[in-house]
């Protein structure tokens, strides 16, 4: 039976996903930095839920190990965890910038590591990318955001590359805007009433996302 391991399989596309792959037979590490938000994946057959925190070295390679243990090997990967930052760079402190670096890039990066070994070991796999139409053109106050998807287009590529001649194939995924929490938990918005020529940027960025107007909130998560 094929198995694949799912980053941010706690809502949206990760979960979609999971549930996709479970009804089609497949086995399903879905993984999530709270586990406890998996429960009713959890009670699915084939599907095992396991912390993972893509900022966290020691839990990615725990949720390998768990997953491989579990099910004998993983197939595909589905780099899905990450977060959209906006706001005028400005507003923004290094740490959050790292941040959104951290979990969008780094976090990618570490995750396809931890699984490549076993996959290079058995000259088979699929790696899936989640981008973004935002890795391919820009809206204003997305420095960091586009920034990081604008990165995995590139490593994506470069990967493929890398990876063929191993038997190891790696895709990317490039949605646009469809109905998950992006604009809620998965959105860090950076403002604040120091910064009021960004204010006309921020009010129709929220209108995009359908948010109250975020002209006037100082940082976000």
């Known amino acids: 039976m094929t198995t694949i391991l799912i980053t941010g399989a706690s809502s949206g596309i990760g979960k ?25 994946l959890a009670r699915l057959d084939n599907v095992r839920v396991a912390r993972l925190d893509v900022t966290d070295g020691p839990s990615i390679a725990a949720a390998v190990s768990e997953g491989i243990d579990g099910f004998g090997r993983i197939d595909a990967l589905l780099n899905n965890a990450g ?21 969008n890039v780094i976090g990618l990066l570490e ?14 796999g699929t790696i899936v990318n989640i981008s973004s139409i935002g890795g391919q053109m820009t809206f204003p106050l997305g420095t960091l955001y ?18 063929e001649p191993l038997g190891i194939r790696v895709r990317i995924v490039e949605p646009g805007m469809i109905r998950t929490d992006f604009g809620g938990r998965s959105f860090d918005f950076a403002m604040d009433d120091s910064l009021p020529d960004y204010a006309p940027s921020a009010q129709a960025m929220g209108r995009l996302l359908r948010q109250p107007d975020m002209s006037c909130r100082s940082d976000g998560p």
């Open 83 to 103: 977060y959209g930052a906006y706001g005028p760079l400005e507003a923004f402190s290094t740490d959050r910038i790292r941040r959104q670096f951290d979990t």
């Open 16 to 40: 979609a996903t999971a549930l996709r792959f479970q009804s089609e037979g497949w086995n399903v590490i879905a993984t999530m930095r709270d586990p406890a938000a998996g429960a009713d």
């Open 146 to 163: 586009h920034g990081t998807k604008f990165a995995v287009e590139g490593l994506s590529e470069a990967l493929h590359y890398e990876l």
């Open 111 to 124: 995750v396809t590591k931890a699984v490549l070994p076993q996959m290079r070991a058995n000259r088979a």
